[in-house]
């Protein structure tokens, strides 16, 4: 387990560097926070937005092209507002920031359930695309760099379960709550349950830092003593933290941050892309589809692993292995003889999610520390979003103007490549 840094301690043996830990550590409960939160942020998602696709289309007399033009946008304005997000959660804490984000989903949702034009749509898309998709995420991970340093991967894997579940629960949910009850009111639905579940018992329980409550990181009742050379990489005390713009004139900021651009552009790309793509080489579509949910099984599965490694090994090792794993996925497909190896495609996907969500989301304030975590990994997620944004770009383009994907696939499988090589060279930041 990584431990903070203690010099002069150094060289103490292993049985006397174990920290004392408190009977009950209520980080445990701001874990359970952040896994509502990214649960909860499931309104704003994708995969909860397309079962209200066709029905409202066909309500609002929207076009196809109006609807994900309208979605599209939406999508960019929650990235570029992700950054000043960020700021206001270093600035004023999850506590107060929560709630206020719980209440203005609800409101988005609400909204979205009075939708009549285009115009009205496109507001909605842009209300809930920045509060689920953006500022719910952004706040989950927040709370669990504040609260835990010594077990951060593995805390991290475990929030992170609840944006699996949210994946697993709500299609199925509001595909049966619109047959039963109509979209409207499925949009209404959703705004109750919100408002209910992120809005007052958060503003009760919920504490911003340890420190508040006279508590460590982790439950410690003492500063632990590292054990291994990867516990003098992490910042642990908070005054030490890179502000935004020291970090943006860091070289090794923009190494890492390689990793989600190119993920957000090859993963989103393939994945919007895998129904045609499995198709044209013998899986059906019924199949393509269901490779979908074994690729987030064993993302779920693998992520509990990945987190735990996030505190054993070096996050740029880990991050070179994600981008060994999306290269392989992409050839996977590009030299796909039989259609059996779409579960050796959708396998390899899984695994390099597992890897991007735990130690994709600790290497920033494992990095730069806590004082500023919101800023700047608000940076990489507006980032990610922006790539994401135009991941299916190349491969549309590539079919429309030279009648097949392959040369967009061979690009899709460089871009790791070098994402991989660039994060290798990546190392501790170093103030000059």
Known sequence: MTRLADSTNAQSPETDSEPRVSRWFPGWTMLGISAAAQFMSGPGQSYSVAAFKEPMRATLDVSETGYSLAYGLATVISGLSLPFTGQFLDRFGARRMLPIVGASLAVACTTMSQAHTLTALALGFTLIRCTGQGALTLIGAWIVGEWFLRRRGLATAIAGLGSSLSVMAFPMLNGWLIDSFGWRNTWLALATIVAVTMVVPVWLILRDRP??????????????????????????????????????????????????????????????????????????????????????????????????????????????????????????????????????????????????????????????????????????????????????????????????????????????????????????????
């Open 211 to 432: 420190e508040e409550l006279g508590l460590l990181p982790d439950g410690d009742t003492a500063p632990p003593v590292p054990n291994s050379s990867l516990a003098s990489e992490i910042i642990s005390d908070p005054e030490d933290s890179w502000s935004v713009s020291e970090a943006l004139r860091d070289a090794t900021f923009w190494k890492l941050l390689s990793v989600p651009l190119c993920s957000g552009l090859v993963g989103t790309g393939m994945i919007f892309h895998q129904v045609s793509i499995l198709s044209q080489r013998g899986v059906s579509s019924q199949a393509a589809l269901g490779l979908i949910s074994i690729q987030a099984a064993i993302g779920t599965v693998a992520a509990l692993g990945a987190g735990w490694l996030a505190d054993r090994i070096k996050t740029e090792r880990l991050l070179a292995a994600a981008m060994v794993l999306l290269c392989l996925s992409v050839l996977v497909i590009l030299f796909m003889e039989r259609p059996v190896l779409a579960f050796a495609y959708a396998a390899l996907m899984g695994l390099h999610g597992s890897i991007l969500r735990s130690a994709g989301t600790v290497v920033w304030v494992n990095y730069y520390g806590r004082k500023h975590q919101g800023s700047v990994r608000g940076i990489s997620m507006s980032m990610m979003i922006l790539a994401a944004a135009f991941g299916p770009l190349p491969l549309a383009v590539a079919q429309d103007q030279l009648g097949d994907i392959t040369s967009a696939l061979v690009l899709f499988a460089i871009l790791p490549v070098v994402a991989g090589l660039l994060v290798l060279t990546a190392s501790r930041p170093q103030r000059s």
